[in-house]
């Protein structure tokens, strides 16, 4: 079946430091992989995609690369800023469904 | 920008009580779907739907739980019974399609308490 793992949180770094959160997968197939984020008091927002081996989903800043070999999709920041503390969660979605399949989610909190 | 909404954002409720936890996805989607996250776990599919029929759900979707599209806009979830294992927070979202790479757009949530 499908899994996602990612780190575990919260994750506590100073502003304009470099951000790693790691994600690895366990899925049939190729599937999408995604990096959602949630704000406070929010919903999941889409931060980035990538559809198949090699791409680089960014967005705002935050990049993560789809590696197949690895099975992994690392969210990278090279600069945080305290507006991005948030929890952000990885998943994936195989193709032809519409079901994604989360991971727990990591807390990122930035401070001045 | 157009967003899903979710009503109530806390609830609170006894055991063995109904409860339905009211969304309202962005106005021309026509994919909806409930996922859950118990405190501490990951994020859960629940169910799909599409054309007023259930196209997805996984194995937590069980007889208690019940989706309904009651008019234009609303789209709930009913829990008929509930157990303090429900206790999470329910989120829902919405595409305009599915089955690609489209997006689901996710609403802020309501936190269900079970006591």
């Known amino acids: 079946g499908n899994s996602v793992t990612q780190m575990e949180g919260p994750v506590t770094l100073s502003e304009e430091a470099f951000l790693t959160i790691n994600c690895t997968y366990t899925?049939?197939?190729?599937?999408?992989l995604f990096w959602y984020v949630q704000y406070p008091g929010e919903g999941l927002q889409l931060l980035l995609k990538a559809t198949k081996a090699d791409d680089k989903g960014s967005n705002k800043g935050f990049e993560a690369t789809y590696r197949k070999e690895t099975t992994s999709f690392h969210l990278e920041k090279g600069s945080v800023q305290v507006s991005d503390s948030a929890v952000y969660f990885c998943?994936?979605?195989?193709?032809?469904?519409?079901?994604?399949?989360f991971g727990k989610g990591t807390m990122l909190l930035v401070s001045p | 920008e157009p967003e899903v909404t979710q009503t109530p954002s806390h609830q609170v409720t006894q055991m063995g009580q109904e409860v339905i936890l009211r969304c309202v996805p962005i106005?021309?989607?026509?994919?909806f779907y409930w996922y859950r996250q118990i405190l501490g776990q990951k994020v859960e599919f629940l169910v799909s739907f599409y054309n007023n029929e259930i196209s997805e759900k996984s194995e937590i979707f069980d007889d208690q739980f019940s989706v309904e599209r009651p008019d234009g806009s609303n789209f709930t979830l009913k829990i008929r019974s509930t157990k303090l294992e429900d206790s999470a927070m329910y989120f829902c979202a919405s595409s305009e399609r599915t089955g690609g790479l489209e997006t689901q757009y996710f609403g802020p949530g309501t936190r269900l308490l079970v006591l």
């Open positions: 998943a994936l979605r195989n193709s032809g469904y519409s079901t994604l399949t």
């Open positions: 899925a049939t197939g190729y599937p999408s």
């Open positions: 106005s021309n989607h026509l994919y």
